[in-house]
Structures are given as structure tokens and as C-alpha cells.
């Protein structure tokens, strides 16, 4: 009896703590990037992998020598035959579970319908982590996913995968998750931004070759489920300054012809403001402003100040109008109509009428010098400038 109970347990011990179909890691090829397409009636994939030769490094956070890109492409009628294709030539079983980045090309991304196609075929798949960052691009994927990073560093330490790295030094478009962007394109009043990224083959160097890196240059609009158009980063510039998610942002300001001052906008906050018995909006921004860089010696900081105000007023103005030109709006202001005041969206929507802009208020506090800014700061270069001393 006793025996018959010890076999037992000795089965039901190597059945139990068996691995039979864990597979190792360097047995799976990892997809960290994805980019998708439509382009004459067909699906376009390339997956981008995790060479894991990168996992072997030094310790400067990089492999000794520079690891090549991995890339497989695949075409078909639906996304996943496309997928299909990859699977077909690729020895290992592909895993999506370490995917960060989803690229969408202009044959997607500027239609609903594709669109639509290409996120049913990510939500249905269990594998795939909708936390992936998403941008678009007119691009080749290709060149994307072989674009230089600084000092060699494998691309998962660029800025499409680690956005958060560039807006702390100066804002641009904010990047969205494939889970946001699912969730809000399909909200009713909501406006949806998809920062769209370029090729850049000019600012970089190494040594005195130029390398390809990328750079956010705008941004693919949508509201209710419609693709209003694309605005440049340029065009974007007052939502940029002045949105809560901003820290800091750079600009000049021409005081006078030849004397430029550099300024530096700080952690935004913006506040919108119904109009009493109006269907109508303000725009209150306030932020922190600091004096970087000045050879316009004589102006005072209340001048300054002013000009500040003036400019990010007008910006925030821009931004608005090029917004409406494309049916954009930019600063969500039927959103928040809709989210605190429905029963003026109901009657809104059912006159047909749009929701404007009143008034933009603009303040600057407080405004700082360099110096001054360095006082009520404990960051690593004021330590070392008190250190020095």
C-alpha cells in the first residue's frame, strides 16, 4: 500500500512540475515593431525583431559591436494572409508578447475603413500588447526600423519607442498608445491626434557621415470616426505649449531685428471655460516661463512678459483656425461641451452649429532668469554650480 501511494505521488510529482511546451526565449523571434499598410489593393506588414545579441551587452547599456536589424515582410489581402507570409519564411514561431511600436503607413491610416480593418485584427489577437506606441507615416517601414540610434544603441532606445525621453526636453506631439487611439477615434465628440513621423538624413553625424534618424513632424487628425486631415508641427505649435501633458518647451522671440530672445516654456496648464448662456469657449492657459538666452539687454522682464503672452496667444489662436479648416477641434472643446454640458451639446448638435473659441487668456507666472529659476531649484546643475563656488 505503501508503495502503490509512493509511485503515485512520484507520477503525479513529474506531471505536475513538467515544462512540456515552454519554449526558451531564444527559440522565438520577438516582434518589437510592426508597420502596416494598404498599397494597391494589398496589405503590406514588416516586422521588425528582438536581436537578443543585444541582451549580451556592456556595461554602457550597448552591445560591443553594432547588432544588425531583423526585419520579414509579408503581403496579402487581409492582414493576417499578410502575416501569413511572414510565418512562411521565418524558422522560428513569431512571438508578439515584447511588441512597443505600431507604425501605420498613409494607406491606412488616412482611411476609416482601413483602419477599422487593421485594429479588429490587433484586438482580436491575444497576443498582441495594445500598449504599443502608434505613429504614422508616409515612410518606408524599412527605413524606419533601420534608422539610427545615438552612439549605436539598439533601436529600442529611440524616441519612438521611449517618447517620454524627448518631451522632457522639448515637446512636440504627444504619442499614443494602439489601446488610446482604439478607444478614442471611436468616441462620438473626441478629437484624436497620431503623431506622423519623417526621415531625417542631416542633423546627425557620425564622425562627418550623416545617419538616418527620426523626427515627429506633425500629426493625423480624426473626430467621429472620420480622418480630417494631416497639420505639421508647426501648425500645432499652440496646443504643443500650452497642453497639460507638456513640461517644456523651447521658442525665441525677435524683440527686434538681429536681437532675439530664448525662451523657455514650463509645465502648462490649460483650463477651458464655458461662456454663461453662450455656445462658446475660453482658452485660460496658465505656465512658467523662463529666460534662457537674451542680447537684447535692454528690455525689462515685464516687456518680456508681455511678449511671452502675446506670442503664445497668438499661437493658440493658429492652432484653433487650422484646426476648424479641416473640421478639427484641436482643444476639445465640443468634448468637454459634451462631457459637462450636454444638454447645450444636444441642442448644438441638433442647430448644426460648431462650438467657437471666445477669448484666449494667457498668463505668465511667474517669469524667471536663469539665475533666479536656479534659486528655487535643487537640480543637478545647481548643486554643481553651488559646489564650484
Keep these: 500500500m505503501k508503495k502503490s501511494k509512493l509511485c503515485l505521488l512520484i507520477v503525479l510529482l513529474v506531471l505536475l512540475t513538467s515544462c512540456q511546451k515552454v519554449k526558451e526565449i531564444h527559440d522565438q523571434a520577438y516582434a518589437v515593431g510592426m508597420g502596416v499598410d ?40 487581409t492582414i493576417e494572409t499578410a502575416l501569413i507570409d511572414v510565418y512562411d ?51 518606408k517601414f524599412e527605413d524606419i526600423f533601420t534608422s539610427s540610434v545615438m552612439f549605436d544603441f539598439p533601436f529600442s532606445y529611440s524616441r519612438l519607442n521611449q517618447p517620454g525621453e524627448g518631451m522632457q526636453q522639448n515637446a512636440t506631439v504627444k504619442a499614443i498608445a494602439l489601446r488610446d487611439f482604439v478607444l478614442r477615434i471611436n468616441e462620438r465628440p473626441k478629437t484624436t491626434m497620431v503623431p506622423s513621423i519623417k526621415l531625417n538624413k542631416k542633423n546627425v553625424l557620425k564622425s562627418t557621415e550623416p545617419v538616418v534618424t527620426t523626427v515627429i513632424d506633425g500629426a493625423y487628425i480624426f473626430s467621429d470616426k472620420t480622418y ?9 505649435k499652440g ?5 497639460n501633458q507638456s513640461q517644456r518647451a523651447l521658442t525665441e522671440i525677435e524683440e527686434e531685428k538681429g536681437k532675439h530672445i530664448v525662451v523657455e516654456l514650463l509645465e502648462p496648464s ?22 534662457k538666452e537674451s542680447v537684447a539687454p535692454k528690455v525689462t522682464e515685464a516687456q518680456i512678459k508681455k511678449r511671452i503672452e502675446t506670442l503664445v496667444e497668438k499661437e493658440v489662436e493658429k492652432t484653433y483656425k487650422v484646426g476648424q479648416e479641416i473640421g478639427a477641434d484641436i482643444f476639445q472643446l465640443e468634448d468637454h ?33 536663469i539665475d533666479k529659476y536656479k534659486k528655487t531649484r535643487k537640480d543637478a546643475n545647481t548643486t554643481r554650480d553651488e559646489q564650484t563656488k
Design 38 to 77: 494598404y498599397v494597391e489593393d494589398e496589405y503590406h506588414v514588416v516586422l521588425q525583431f528582438l536581436d537578443f545579441s543585444n541582451v549580451a551587452k556592456s556595461e554602457q547599456g550597448k552591445a560591443a559591436e553594432k547588432i544588425p536589424v531583423w526585419l520579414a515582410k509579408g503581403t496579402g489581402k
Design 89 to 139: 519564411t521565418v524558422e522560428m514561431q513569431v512571438n508578439y508578447e515584447q511588441l512597443n511600436l505600431v507604425l501605420f503607413g498613409e494607406g491606412i491610416i488616412t482611411s476609416p475603413e482601413q483602419l477599422e480593418r487593421a485594429f479588429e485584427t490587433f484586438t482580436s489577437s491575444f497576443t498582441v500588447r495594445l500598449t504599443a506606441w502608434s505613429y504614422g507615416t508616409k515612410e
Design 228 to 236: 480630417n486631415g494631416w497639420l505639421s508641427t508647426t501648425d500645432l
Design 239 to 243: 496646443y504643443i505649449w500650452t497642453n
Design 270 to 291: 490649460i483650463k477651458l471655460k464655458k461662456k454663461k448662456n453662450e455656445r462658446s469657449y475660453d482658452i485660460e492657459v496658465d505656465l512658467r516661463a523662463m529666460i
Design 337 to 369: 461641451l459634451f462631457r459637462y454640458h450636454f444638454k447645450d451639446w444636444q441642442k448644438n448638435k441638433s442647430e448644426q452649429q460648431n462650438v467657437k473659441l471666445a477669448d484666449i487668456v494667457i498668463n505668465v507666472k511667474p517669469l524667471y532668469s
